[in-house]
Antibody, heavy 122, light 107 residues
């Protein structure tokens, strides 16, 4: 069974940093692009970032560009996102998600984790 | 950035009724439009990909149509378990974007 398990969320002060992880299992992680999507409490889905299967192609939403860094370790089947210069508006449940078809970042997201909550507050 | 606008924002529907949700893109995205269902306290679930392609395990009462800028998700004969928020998502160009969501309530 394909699974994604996020971790690393928590309470952080404005301006602080946090690294989120997403452990993948049940599929060939190194063949699939991955994305981070977040959801503020009571709000809709907000696309954050995507990384190609090899890790060489990366994209970000304008709202996080320069502050968040996506990466992956295919030897560990793990996706990461480093969150820096955090703001109150970054408070959200952060999901990692797998694209449906190997070899492209531009595809539907067919497997989602359960999310990890990030709260930015003093 | 491509903006996706869903309508309506909220719909209250009787079981067995037909539900139609639309998603309009700010520019043409071909058929690179996907639909998700999110129930309270759950992760999103892929319902339809590339505007009209069905997903294994998703009930056949869910269908999608459209291309270019206008897309539709249809739920035929709504069931109580379909109470959820539905989102469209475009993967035509980066950054990817989502619609604001349509909440479907069962009367």
């Amino acid at each position: 069974e394909m699974q994604l398990l996020e971790s690393g969320g928590g309470l952080v002060q404005p301006g602080g940093s946090l690294r989120l992880s997403c452990a993948a299992s049940g599929f060939t992680f190194s063949s699939y692009a991955m994305s981070w999507v977040r959801q503020a409490p009571g709000k809709g889905l907000d696309w954050v970032s995507a990384i190609s299967a090899s890790g060489t192609s990366i994209s970000y939403a304008d709202s996080v560009k320069g502050r968040f860094t996506i990466s992956r370790d295919n030897s560990k089947n793990t996706l990461y996102v480093q969150l820096s210069s955090l703001r109150a508006e970054d408070t959200a449940l952060y999901y990692c998600a797998k694209v449906a078809v190997a070899g492209t970042r531009n595809d539907a997201l067919d497997i989602w984790g359960q999310g990890t909550m990030v709260t930015v507050s003093s | 950035e491509i903006v996706l606008t869903q309508s309506p924002d909220f719909q209250s529907v009787t079981p067995k009724e037909k539900v139609t949700i639309t998603c309009r893109a700010s520019q043409s995205i071909g058929s690179s439009l996907h639909w998700y269902q999110q129930k309270p306290d759950q992760s999103p679930k892929l319902l339809i990909k590339y505007a009209s392609q069905s997903i294994s395990g998703v009930p056949s009462r869910f269908s999608g149509s459209g291309s270019g800028t206008d897309f539709t998700l249809t739920i035929n004969s709504l069931e109580a378990e379909d109470a959820a928020t539905y989102y469209c998502h475009q993967s035509y160009s980066l950054p990817h974007t989502f619609g604001q969501g349509t909440k479907v309530e069962i009367k």
